[in-house]
């Protein structure tokens, strides 16, 4: 079954710290791997799309890895800051047929404290 | 939110009735879905739509059905609102189903 855990399901940290959020999966076949950021009352934002050959990706302070032999990824966050404080959901895109299929991790919560 | 909104943004209706929610996009993309997000569950497809008229069901679609009569619009219709499909809806598109999706602000449905 196709399946993506994350953790840890939530997390505090304080403001100028750094934090790695952790995202294992069993999807097969694997097209590509997606981090979203999701604030409160708003739809999902996307932070990083990595494929298969791909071991690292940064968007600005956020540094997604992928080791696709043990189907791990990770999202670090440097020098969190309060705008942080989100949901943030891995993605597993699973090739099929015609269509890709996209398989949701149920999220880690960040706060940021000051 | 990319071009994407959604309408109502939040609607409380009884069991019963029926309920149409509209996504509307301006980015001329081909794909575009509907998500329900429900505490403990990942984001979960409805139905999605790969062009006018062209439709497919998701994973969760008992209950649902949806029409796209024009690139722009993708309408979520349930004929018969049920307490379990209180949830937040997302619509979604995107050019390609490999490429990034990109989500609309989200639609909040209760159902008394």
């Known amino acids: 079954k196709n399946q993506v855990e994350q953790s840890p399901q939530s997390l505090i940290i304080l403001e100028g710290k750094n934090c790695t959020l952790q995202?294992?999966?069993?999807?097969?076949?694997?097209?590509?791997l997606r981090w979203y950021k999701q604030d409160t009352g708003r739809g999902p934002v996307s932070l990083t799309i990595?494929?298969?050959?791909?071991n690292t990706k940064s968007n600005g302070r956020y540094t997604a890895t992928l080791d696709a032999d043990t189907k791990q990824s990770s999202l670090h966050i440097t020098a969190s800051q309060l705008s942080d404080s989100a949901s943030y959901i891995c993605?597993?895109?699973?090739?099929?047929?015609?269509?890709?299929?996209?398989?949701f991790g149920t999220g880690t919560l960040l706060a940021v404290q000051p | 939110d990319a071009g994407i909104t959604q309408s109502p943004r939040h609607k409380v209706t009884e069991t019963g009735t029926p309920v149409t929610l509209r996504c509307h996009q301006t980015?001329?993309?081909?794909?575009m879905y509907w998500y329900r997000q429900d505490p403990g569950h990942g984001l979960r497809l409805i139905h999605y739509?790969?062009?006018?008229?062209?439709?497919d069901k998701g994973e969760v679609s008992d209950g649902y059905s949806v029409s796209r009569s024009k690139t722009e619009d993708f309408l979520l219709t349930l004929e018969s609102a049920t307490s379990s499909q209180t949830s937040v809806y997302f619509c979604?598109?995107?050019?390609?189903?490999?490429?990034?999706?990109?989500f609309g602000p989200g639609t909040r449905l209760t159902v008394l």
């Open positions: 979604a598109i995107s050019s390609e189903t490999y490429n990034e999706q990109f």
């Open positions: 993605v597993v895109s699973a090739k099929g047929g015609a269509t890709n299929k996209l398989i």
């Open positions: 980015e001329n993309h081909r794909y």
């Open positions: 995202c294992n999966y069993t999807v097969s076949p694997f097209s590509n």
């Open positions: 990595m494929t298969f050959s791909e």
């Open positions: 739509s790969y062009g006018v008229k062209d439709t």
